[in-house]
T-cell receptor, first 114, second 116 residues
């Protein structure tokens, strides 16, 4: 119930293409869904996040699509660039706010090739 | 976003020694900080939740006497790896939420621990 399942494990995309990473969850009490970007040797950086009352959120080339009924959400990276090559983690927040840790997916290694 | 720092960024130590890692929230107060461990090419593994002024809550399988956590102030939490062994070599990352009601969680840059 506390799991977040992320796919694919790895992804190779041509420069300029669209990268799509999917996540699914079971716990309907989750109420916040962030995506993190992590470069090798660095800590994860908050990329974009969405609440379940919104079906889509866009920030620059990054878009989260959220399907509450299917309990799925996805990250779309438009016009993918080699600099986007990183590991991406989806996460979900159980109720409990500040002292409740996020539940993370296992990550997707994205490689954008020229 | 809010800034979380860690020190040191990397440390190499001999087996049997203890290593302290500091995690600081630079521009906000954090009543709760989280400590993660990450192995190469793997996801983040939550080790413990650090609460200011009280004992940390450890995840199942994490030895509290091995990984000592102290959250003495609203801006500082420390993780001490006691009697470190080569299997403790890993990337340790802390994170914090900006307030009790905030949903956003920000991560530090991580500390690479290598035990020889």
């Amino acid at each position: 119930q506390q799991q977040v399942k992320q796919s694919p494990q790895s992804l190779i995309v041509q420069k300029g293409g669209i990268s799509i990473i999917n996540c699914a969850y079971e716990n309907t009490a989750f109420d916040y869904f962030p995506w993190y970007q992590q470069f090798p040797g660095k800590g994860p950086a908050l990329l974009i996040a969405i609440r379940p009352d919104v079906s889509e959120k866009k920030e620059g080339r990054f878009t989260i699509s959220f399907n509450k009924s299917a309990k799925q959400f996805s990250l779309h990276i438009m016009d993918s660039q080699p600099g986007d090559s990183a590991t991406y983690f989806c996460a979900a927040s159980p109720p409990g706010r500040g002292n409740t840790p996020l539940v993370f997916g296992k990550g997707t290694r994205l490689s954008v090739i020229a | 976003g809010a800034v979380v720092s860690q020190h040191p960024s990397r440390v190499i130590c001999k087996s049997g020694t203890s290593v302290k890692i500091e995690c600081r929230s630079l521009d906000f107060q954090a009543t709760t900080m989280f400590w993660y461990r990450q192995f190469p090419k793997q996801s983040l593994m939550l080790m413990a939740t650090s609460n200011e002024g009280s004992k940390a809550t450890y995840e199942q399988g994490v030895e509290k006497d091995k990984f000592l956590i102290n959250h003495a102030s609203l801006t500082l939490s420390t993780l001490t790896v006691t009697s470190a062994h080569p299997e403790d070599s890993s990337f340790y990352i802390c994170s914090a939420r900006t307030s009790g009601d905030s949903l956003e969680q920000f991560f530090g840059p991580g500390t690479r621990l290598t035990v020889l």
